[in-house]
């Protein structure tokens, strides 16, 4: 007779506790679940800081660009565009010759190629894509030491494709775009040490 009544007042006892626990589940759910994140993180992060990068590089020229290509003045637009990122990200000042530099971007337009998307009704061209092939490398100038280099870093534009006026107009701003785009993912991998 004693054990069905220990064993009745622990059921109503475990009752109350889960009625209790569940109440009061939703004012404590953000605290369980911030420890379960804070405890259960793998540590893994990006460093877009470049945190791997020597804190001494502090000056960095920017060589003039190789162009493998028939585009003229690519390289210019390109190497444009890489030091427009520089400037944006900070980290670094870029500077006017090599010897006063900590680091070099040296790099080459090994590519431009279009390839059409989709076509008219006529068979010619509707959209293309247009893709860029570069060389690029970040190094330090007085060891050589290459911090960051890809020999083919690739970057894609589509664009539409009208009457010939038109189309070129779209053309040139797809390959300023393409170009800006090109430097903007180099830069945030150079930084990230990928």
Request: glycine share 8%.
């Amino acid at each position: 007779m004693q054990v069905c009544e220990k064993l009745k007042r622990h059921l109503i006892d475990s009752k109350a506790i889960s009625r209790w626990f569940l109440r009061s589940l939703p004012a404590w759910l953000p605290i369980l679940m911030a420890t379960l994140l804070i405890l259960t993180g793998c540590g893994y992060h990006f460093s877009p800081g470049g945190e791997h990068i020597d804190p001494g590089i502090k000056k960095v020229f920017i060589e003039p660009f190789g162009n493998r290509t028939s585009q003229a003045n690519l390289e210019d637009t390109f190497r444009l565009a890489v030091a427009d990122q520089f400037i944006k990200g900070k980290r670094f000042v870029i500077v006017d010759g090599g010897n006063e530099a900590d680091a070099l971007i040296r790099g080459s337009i090994k590519a431009l190629s279009t390839t059409p998307l989709s076509y008219r009704t006529t068979n010619l061209a509707a959209e293309e894509r247009m893709t860029l092939t570069v060389e690029m490398a970040f190094e330090e100038r007085r060891s050589g030491n290459v911090i960051w280099q890809d020999d083919n870093f690739t970057g894609t534009q589509d664009y539409p494709v009208a009457s010939l006026g038109d189309t070129e107009a779209s053309r040139k701003n797809a390959l300023s775009k393409l170009a800006n785009d090109t430097a903007e993912r180099a830069y945030r991998m150079l930084m990230s040490g990928f």
